[in-house]
């Protein structure tokens, strides 16, 4: 089976830098992905690390230690508009994508 | 692109009723997932299908829920009876290839059951 954890809040002011920490125990690890989901909207998808290392998408990078089982979202430059809940999500090897309970990111004025 | 179009947006049953949940997948996406989303967590998933063959339904409650998906396209998830547990956000997904990191998935905007 999977199970994530990471925090459950966050809160930080516009301009700020936010890591949401994510480690997971999974058989059959295959990669780590990051889903953002904004109050009462559907899940979009942000990144995806299948390797070791750090993967920037704009605002927004993802680290993955396979070794560690370990992995982080961090959101620079934070806008009003990043307050949501960020979820990790594992992939395994057969094909199933479990996600963690959520980090809800509040970004303050 | 058309995203993944999802319907009813919000339903309202007493508990021993039935419901439907209809869900149009992005145009070419051959893999479906359907997910349960609890009020504060993340999605579960409830059934993935390739094509029209369900390939992992094994955290469906088979007793009550079933599914379908006609002609590897539309799909509908039904319940029946619905129990009062079974109120959350019933979100539909879609994905080119297995869901696998550079094949992600596109969800649906959800229906949001609520059962009295």
């Known amino acids: 089976g999977q199970s994530l954890e990471q925090p459950s809040e966050v809160t930080a002011v516009e301009g700020a830098i936010v890591q949401i920490n994510c480690t997971y125990q999974?058989?059959?690890?295959?990669?780590l992905s990051w889903y953002q989901q904004h109050d009462g909207g559907a899940p979009t998808f942000l990144s995806y690390?299948?390797?070791?290392g750090l993967e920037e998408t704009g605002r927004f990078s993802s680290f993955l230690s396979r070794s560690d089982s370990y992995g982080y979202l961090l959101l620079q430059e934070l806008q009003m508009k990043d307050s949501a809940s960020y979820f990790c999500?594992?992939?395994?090897?057969?094909?199933?994508?479990?996600f963690g309970a959520g980090t809800t990111v509040t970004v303050r004025a | 692109e058309a995203g993944v179009v999802q319907s009813p947006r919000y339903k309202i049953i007493e508990k021993k009723q039935p419901v439907a949940f209809w869900c149009n997948p992005i145009?070419?996406?051959?893999?479906l997932y359907w997910y349960r989303q609890n009020l504060g967590q993340g999605p579960e998933l409830l059934i993935r299908?390739?094509?029209?063959?369900?390939?992992?339904d094994s955290q469906l409650p088979k007793d009550r829920f079933s599914a379908e998906r006609l002609k590897g396209v539309d799909s509908t998830l039904k319940i029946q009876p619905a129990e009062l547990g079974d109120s959350a956000v019933y979100l539909c997904?879609?994905?080119?290839?297995?869901?696998?990191?550079?094949?992600?998935?596109?969800f649906g905007n959800g229906t949001r059951l609520t059962v009295t």
């Open positions: 997904a879609s994905s080119w290839a297995r869901g696998q990191g550079h094949s992600p998935l596109h």
């Open positions: 999974t058989s059959g690890f295959y990669g």
């Open positions: 690390n299948g390797l070791d």
């Open positions: 999500a594992v992939s395994s090897n057969d094909y199933k994508l479990s």
């Open positions: 145009s070419g996406h051959n893999t």
């Open positions: 299908y390739e094509n029209e063959e369900a390939v992992d």
